[in-house]
């Protein structure tokens, strides 16, 4: 006999997982719309793959790595990215393959291909996908530079954004569905000392893991997000990053996590007593810092000065982030106790170059050090831009020339390989960093 109840609850149950989709995104996309601002990377080579997805993620794009024909297709039943970057040779497959595919599916965004083949084969390559009806860029011959790469994403990404933007305007992500459905997650960049040229600590960010979209970064669900929202999301982040670095300390690390928070939730969030309920009772705890936007500190410093206090007692210290966006009153800051100051990075990104943004750089590592703070570059996309801060004496850098952020899956396996190996880079005669590769320090 048919058990109509059981019929019936999965039916209601079906309906809710669906309507709690829709929530997250109202409007389903056609693999013809553009996600914006988002790249497929494919090559089967993983160190040329990541050179090309540092360069982008420096731009900003949302990058996703692959290194085959069968994984593109897999990620096209999900969304279609703005743009394609594609290797002639792939595992198990290749180039042509994959331009049937795309041709075949009226993929619409660009495709860029970089290969280092013979120019006549890249050129056979690349007329195929002409006769196709696929956008072609012109091919790009390996190695190629990070600047090279940037300029490319940028300017197809902001051209195809501008044309599909229609198609994503009503996306929207509910964060506390995202929340409530454990679609948050933490993921961890790392920050080095230039010095000792090793870890020094992590930021913890966070991410959503779309069950369609794929990763969503922050850009994307903070705008719509309420202040409730925002004070849970900040109470998830700093709960799953002291019971991860728990993990982390097992692999032979104990750094401290940077998270960011905001003077609301430093008012409205107990902080002190998360802190207490969840920190390590074994006595390695070594703390936290909280990274406060230089505009809420100037305006909300009575308030902060109170909270900093507080949370003086369980090791937390506070870092001004994006330092020289909000012409902090000298006079405020003498006022303010912290321990780092990250210096903007659009002063950074060029500092090596730019006169003047050298000089604020400058002005800031020297102020920072003048109170006793930790200077922290922050967005360092260029080795020139890197040697710069160092002889600037920078103490800390961060960005994806760097490290890309990371998930735990990944971050962990990464600093187990790392402890079975020195942090420091030996060999390397100092000030002379351009035979440094700061990567290889993590």
């Given at each position: 006999?048919?058990?109509?109840?059981?019929?019936?609850?999965?039916?209601?149950?079906?309906?809710?997982?669906?309507?709690?989709?829709?929530?997250?995104?109202?409007?389903?996309?056609?693999?013809?719309?553009?996600?914006?601002?988002?790249?497929?990377?494919?090559?089967?080579?993983?160190?040329?793959?990541?050179?090309?997805?540092?360069?982008?993620?420096?731009?900003?794009?949302?990058?996703?790595?692959?290194?085959?024909?069968?994984?593109?297709?897999?990620?096209?039943?999900?969304?279609?990215?703005?743009?394609?970057?594609?290797?002639?040779?792939?595992?198990?497959?290749?180039?042509?393959?994959?331009?049937?595919?795309?041709?075949?599916?009226?993929?619409?965004?660009?495709?860029?291909?970089?290969?280092?083949?013979?120019?006549?084969?890249?050129?056979?390559?690349?007329?195929?996908?002409?006769?196709?009806?696929?956008?072609?860029?012109?091919?790009?011959?390996?190695?190629?530079?990070?600047?090279?790469?940037?300029?490319?994403?940028?300017?197809?990404?902001?051209?195809?954004?501008?044309?599909?933007?229609?198609?994503?305007?009503?996306?929207?992500?509910?964060?506390?569905?995202?929340?409530?459905?454990?679609?948050?997650?933490?993921?961890?960049?790392?920050?080095?000392?230039?010095?000792?040229?090793?870890?020094?600590?992590?930021?913890?960010?966070?991410?959503?893991?779309?069950?369609?979209?794929?990763?969503?970064l922050p850009a994307e669900f903070l705008?719509?997000?309420?202040?409730?929202?925002?004070?849970?999301l900040t109470e998830h982040v700093i709960?799953?990053?002291?019971?991860?670095?728990?993990?982390?300390?097992?692999?032979?690390?104990?750094?401290?996590?940077?998270?960011?928070?905001?003077?609301?939730?430093?008012?409205?969030?107990?902080?002190?007593?998360?802190?207490?309920?969840?920190?390590?009772?074994?006595?390695?705890?070594?703390?936290?810092?909280?990274?406060?936007?230089?505009?809420?500190?100037?305006?909300?410093?009575?308030?902060?000065?109170?909270?900093?206090?507080?949370?003086?007692?369980?090791?937390?210290?506070?870092?001004?982030?994006?330092?020289?966006?909000?012409?902090?009153?000298?006079?405020?800051?003498?006022?303010?106790?912290?321990?780092?100051?990250?210096?903007?990075?659009?002063?950074?990104?060029?500092?090596?170059?730019?006169?003047?943004?050298?000089?604020?750089?400058?002005?800031?590592?020297?102020?920072?050090?003048?109170?006793?703070?930790?200077?922290?570059?922050?967005?360092?996309?260029?080795?020139?831009?890197?040697?710069?801060?160092?002889?600037?004496?920078?103490?800390?850098?961060?960005?994806?020339?760097?490290?890309?952020?990371?998930?735990?899956?990944?971050?962990?396996?990464?600093?187990?390989?790392?402890?079975?190996?020195?942090?420091?880079?030996?060999?390397?005669?100092?000030?002379?960093?351009?035979?440094?590769?700061?990567?290889?320090?993590?």
């Amino acid at each position: 006999m048919l058990n109509v109840g059981r019929w019936f609850n999965a039916d209601v149950n079906a309906r809710r997982r669906t309507n709690q989709r829709r929530r997250l995104s109202p409007g389903r996309m056609r693999l013809t719309s553009l996600r914006p601002n988002s790249c497929f990377v494919i090559d089967n080579d993983a160190a040329a793959r990541r050179t090309v997805v540092n360069a982008l993620e420096g731009r900003g794009a949302a990058c996703t790595e692959l290194a085959s024909v069968d994984e593109l297709f897999a990620e096209l039943n999900k969304f279609a990215p703005s743009m394609i970057f594609l290797d002639i040779s792939l595992r198990d497959s290749d180039a042509v393959e994959a331009l049937r595919g795309l041709a075949s599916r009226k993929y619409g965004g660009a495709i860029q291909l970089i290969s280092g083949r013979r120019t006549d084969l890249i050129s056979r390559i690349y007329a195929i996908g002409i006769r196709r009806g696929l956008k072609m860029l012109p091919p790009l011959a390996k190695p190629c530079s990070v600047r090279e790469l940037r300029q490319i994403a940028a300017d197809q990404l902001n051209k195809l954004d501008e044309q599909d933007q229609g198609d994503f305007e009503d996306l929207v992500v509910d964060l506390d569905l995202a929340l409530q459905m454990s679609w948050v997650e933490v993921w961890y960049q790392p920050k080095i000392d230039l010095r000792k040229k090793c870890l020094a600590g992590l930021e913890a960010l966070a991410r959503i893991r779309h069950p369609d979209f794929g990763i969503v970064l922050p850009a994307e669900f903070l705008k719509h997000a309420s202040r409730p929202s925002l004070r849970r999301l900040t109470e998830h982040v700093i709960v799953s990053s002291i019971g991860q670095w728990r993990e982390i300390k097992r692999v032979g690390f104990a750094p401290k996590i940077a998270i960011n928070v905001s003077a609301d939730c430093l008012v409205n969030v107990d902080i002190a007593k998360l802190v207490r309920e969840h920190q390590p009772k074994d006595g390695s705890w070594c703390g936290m810092i909280f990274e406060l936007k230089e505009d809420q500190a100037i305006r909300e410093l009575e308030i902060i000065q109170e909270a900093a206090a507080q949370l003086m007692i369980y090791d937390i210290s506070f870092s001004i982030d994006d330092f020289g966006s909000g012409h902090f009153p000298f006079e405020r800051l003498k006022q303010f106790v912290f321990s780092e100051v990250s210096l903007d990075a659009s002063f950074v990104r060029g500092c090596s170059e730019n006169e003047q943004n050298a000089a604020i750089c400058r002005s800031i590592i020297e102020l920072a050090h003048g109170f006793r703070a930790i200077a922290v570059g922050k967005g360092v996309e260029d080795p020139e831009d890197l040697i710069a801060l160092y002889r600037m004496d920078c103490d800390l850098a961060q960005g994806h020339l760097l490290s890309r952020p990371m998930p735990m899956n990944e971050l962990l396996p990464f600093l187990r390989m790392k402890a079975r190996s020195t942090l420091a880079l030996d060999g390397h005669a100092l000030p002379n960093l351009k035979q440094v590769d700061f990567r290889d320090a993590l």
